[in-house]
């Protein structure tokens, strides 16, 4: 039985927020073509088509939607999608997700969303004053009020939904306040994403998380974490999940954090196909979706080079103990989490070293109780 996960960009780098440290705007701004516009009903079928090509009776597929903010497309779009999507005749398993920043979000998007079981990602930075400082309007308005109310809104209609975090060096330096926030409002799925330097930066930025805040930062959560989980309250964090995941299995649920490109399709609004999402750039462009199926794209020599790429090793990773469950990790995310300008720290090695006894009996108890599906 095959699995595949399809990333479609409706609106391609289109937003209704600026916010500051957007890795996306940087991409855009690094093409020929900023934005490719709103994606047309020829692109949504040549979409559907080509991925039900390579699937079997069966096999699973979920389409995921982001931007941009794709929500800006229209609830039209979207009620398209999946008419077509029905009217496929193979018996294949559709799951649909959506990361939004959650301003434009309604009741009329919530019953759409239940309806069609759509798996909600809710951009929000958690602390208000930093959410405000960074998620903003284009006249500077901080829109935390607005995804406080959408988070409402999703428990009224009981959509289920995980929050997505960008994690940047000033939220990495309050971990007891992030984790005071997850507790008083019942958060149980939560990812924190390292904020990214641009890819064409001289110096790092403001915004962008550097690896010891990384460690400070985790293992502070982690302990609060571990209070939690000791009290029969096991709540999702992507690392933690991720981690526990390769103890188990030896398979992580997220792209890199061993050290391996896992084969993306990340699909613009004109069609064409990319192997990340940070990488939607020119010279990354494996070809079009309609003259090309996913199973063409993937036996592409370019994206074989670009999965099978090494990551260069720096000489602190060759004797780490923690080398076979990291591999020198995702190689977009070195800089924010793995090793620093010096060459000779790893903020993830340092969080590993204060963890990963605890992590070690965590993951028997989470085997043993079927707490991770």
């Known amino acids: 039985m095959k699995s595949i996960s399809v990333l479609i960009k409706p609106v391609s780098s289109l937003c209704n927020l600026r916010c500051k440290y957007c890795f996306y705007a940087n991409v855009s701004d690094l093409r020929e073509v900023k ?18 090509e390579i699937l079997d009776n069966g096999d699973r597929v979920t389409f995921a939607f982001q931007g941009g903010e794709p929500t800006l497309v229209g609830l039209k779009f979207f009620q398209y999608f999946i008419e077509y999507v029905g009217k496929m005749e193979k018996n294949i398993t559709v799951n649909y997700s959506i990361q939004t920043n959650g301003t434009l979000i309604d009741n009329q998007w919530c019953e759409f969303l239940k309806k069609n079981n ?7 930075d958690l602390l208000e004053d930093l959410h405000n400082k960074n998620r903003v309007y284009s006249n500077n308005k901080g829109s935390y009020i607005d995804v406080i109310n959408t988070k409402k809104l999703l428990e009224i209609y009981k959509i289920d939904f995980n929050i997505l975090c960008v994690l940047t060096n000033q939220i990495a330096l309050n971990p007891k306040e992030v984790f005071n926030f997850i507790k008083a409002n019942d958060v149980k799925y939560i990812q924190f994403i390292p904020c990214l330097d641009d890819l064409d930066c001289k110096t ?9 805040y990384f460690a400070y930062f985790y293992k502070i959560i982690f302990k609060l974490w571990k209070n939690e989980f000791n009290k029969g309250n096991y709540i999702s964090i992507n690392l933690f999940d991720n981690l526990i995941s390769i103890l188990i299995t030896g398979i992580p649920s997220t792209c890199g954090i061993i050290g391996k490109c896992q084969p993306q399709f990340v699909i613009e609004a004109d069609g064409s196909v990319y192997p990340c999402d940070f990488y ?4 990354f462009n494996l070809g079009n979706i309609k003259d090309n199926t996913l199973l063409d794209i993937l036996r592409k020599s370019k994206m074989q080079e670009f999965l099978h790429k090494d990551i260069k090793k720096e000489s602190i990773c060759l004797n780490c103990n923690f080398y076979k469950i990291c591999g020198s990790g995702c190689k977009r995310m070195k800089n924010s ?4 300008s010096s060459n000779n720290y790893c903020g993830y ?3 590993l ?13 989470v085997y043993k109780n079927q707490i991770l599906k």
């Open 35 to 52: 934005s490719y516009g709103i994606m047309q009903e020829d692109t949504v079928k040549n979409i559907v088509n080509n991925t039900f």
């Open 349 to 351: 090695k340092e969080f």
């Open 204 to 212: 790092k930025s403001e915004y962008s998380l550097e690896p010891k």
């Open 280 to 283: 939607v750039l020119d010279n």
């Open 353 to 365: 070293m204060s963890t990963f006894s605890d992590l070690e009996k965590i993951s028997v108890l």
């Open 337 to 340: 989490m793995y090793i620093d």
């Open 118 to 124: 759509f798996l909600v990602g809710l951009s929000l």
